[in-house]
């Protein structure tokens, strides 16, 4: 590469929670499983919180693809989580369709406290559809 710069892979930035997935992310540090190193994690009390223009911001400052750690029927903030979160990914899709952003640079899952390798093999698995679709 003529700029020097080592590329090892797609940046990711994840929005993860702070008592659901923050502990699996956590765990799959101190259990050693490996996933790439160009993937960032934001802390969020709950994933339904999450507003599309940080989203859009993220891919227009150059993250690849953002991933939504969320709560899923887990939120200790509400039953309605799972509902509104999906409704917010649904409404940044369009707002990135709008503004000619493949829908695919955005993923979520629900990731239980103890889900380290469903995390990792989500970030794995993003990675790669993120490299794939670059080249």
Not at 111 to 116: A, G
Not at 125 to 134: A, E, G, M, N
Request: neutral net charge; hydrophobic residues 35%.
């Amino acid at each position: 590469m003529a700029s020097g710069k080592v590329n090892h892979g797609p940046n990711i930035l994840v929005f993860s929670t702070e008592k659901i997935s923050d502990p699996a992310i956590d765990m799959a540090g101190l259990l050693k499983l490996h996933y790439p190193p160009t993937v960032y994690t934001i802390p969020v009390p709950c994933s339904s919180a999450i507003k599309p223009k940080w989203i859009l911001h993220a891919l227009e400052q150059g993250f690849d693809g953002v991933f939504i750690a969320a709560d899923g029927t887990d939120c200790p903030y509400g039953e309605s989580c799972t509902e509104k979160t999906g409704e917010l990914v649904s409404r940044t899709m369009e707002m990135m369709k709008e503004k000619g952003l493949d829908t695919a640079r955005l993923k979520m899952a629900a990731i239980c406290s103890v889900c380290s390798e469903a995390f990792v093999k989500h970030v794995k698995s993003f990675s790669q559809y993120l490299s794939q679709s670059s080249n």
